[in-house]
Nanobody, 120 residues
Framework: VQLQASGGGLVQPGGSLRLSCAAS????????LGWYRQTPGKQRELVAD???????NYADSVKGRFSISRDNAKNTAYLQMNSLKPEDTAVYYC???????????????WGQGTLVTVSS
């Protein structure tokens, strides 16, 4: 199983970016897809996640600015980030809780990080 993240980059304050996370491999079911972020010296924190049925969860700091969506047919999640602030600068990591074919339990998988820099 692989998670491929894309979409990071440099953006000015107030700007927008969209991150994508595509899961591939021997996947039976993806229970949730989400994004976490981390800055130097701090713990990784949840930004947003979405279940297969579409239920979402957001960090208070991004509510009203970020929106997570999911395409189950493509095993892909998207994080639309609007009104970006310098404090959103971080490495963003894609996460999936999924069950592989032949397995009876679900596991956490992580994609490579993608850097988001919000600066003028």
């Amino acid at each position: 199983v692989q998670l491929q993240a894309s979409g990071g980059g440099l953006v000015q304050p107030g700007g927008s970016l969209r991150l994508s996370c595509a899961a591939s491999g021997s996947i039976f079911n993806i229970y949730s897809l989400g994004w976490y972020r981390q800055t130097p010296g701090k713990q990784r924190e949840l930004v947003a996640d979405i279940t297969r049925s579409g239920s979402t969860n957001y960090a208070d700091s991004v509510k009203g600015r970020f929106s997570i969506s999911r395409d189950n047919a493509k095993n892909t999640a998207y994080l639309q980030m609007n009104s970006l602030k310098p404090e959103d600068t971080a490495v963003y990591y894609c996460n999936a809780v999924l069950r592989r074919w032949g397995s009876s339990t679900s596991q956490d998988y992580w994609g490579q990080g993608t850097l988001v820099t919000v600066s003028s």
